[in-house]
């Protein structure tokens, strides 16, 4: 039940995250273009939090993590002051609205782009390859491994995920002779190593 509601919990998390984003590109360009920006709203429905920053534009992250909007000056939609009529979108060029609009998804590319620089510098990604059940007679049973375990190396060739293992496994299909393998529990320091013979191994 916990993880449940911690993978929603984050799920929302990650979707606010993405539209803010995207919001805020349309708002930052809307912004440099010198159109009047009214609201900047996070998610829809009864507003949790609201504030007034420069120029008076109320922000809101609102109850329902569903969406979120740019609302700007705009006579098809609302009267505009008459200070205010040269700052409303629609008598804004053609070129700048597009360029208002598009803010938006060029926002979430450089979002994922930026995430997908930050895990390369973090390093190799993937599933860590977890022993669940250990069936008699298999691989891992001769090798002496238990459930729980990490698979470190296969034939000295570090698997940090299960992509890798499974490519060091590929390696030595139909071979004769030893397979050598090293594992451990995860957080603890003594490492399981093991030799296991192997005769056209499928």
Request: charged share 20%; glycine share 8%; no cysteine.
């Amino acid at each position: 039940m916990l993880d449940t509601v911690q993978t929603v919990l984050i799920a929302i998390a990650t979707f606010s995250i993405v539209v803010a984003v995207h919001e805020y590109g349309h708002f930052w360009v809307a912004r440099r273009s010198g159109v009047k920006v009214l609201r900047f709203s996070v998610g829809f429905g009864r507003p949790l939090i609201r504030w007034r920053g420069r120029d008076d534009v109320e922000y809101v992250v609102a109850v329902l993590p569903l969406g979120g909007y740019v609302r700007m000056a705009d006579e098809r939609e609302d009267n505009v002051a008459d200070e205010d009529l040269p700052r409303a979108y629609n008598r804004q060029p053609v070129a700048r609205r597009m360029a208002i609009a598009a803010a938006g998804p060029a926002a979430n590319f450089l979002l994922a782009v930026l995430v997908l620089w930050m895990l390369f510098l973090r390093g190799e990604v993937g599933i860590v390859p977890l022993i669940d059940q250990v069936s008699a007679g298999s691989l891992a049973d001769r090798a002496g491994l238990v459930s729980g375990q990490e698979i470190l190396s296969i034939d000295d060739n570090p698997t940090p995920t299960l992509a890798a293992l499974n490519f060091a496994l590929l390696e030595r299909l139909g071979d004769s002779g030893t397979l050598r393998l090293s594992a451990a529990y995860p957080g603890l320091e003594s490492i399981h190593r093991s030799e296991v013979p192997i005769e056209r191994w499928l």
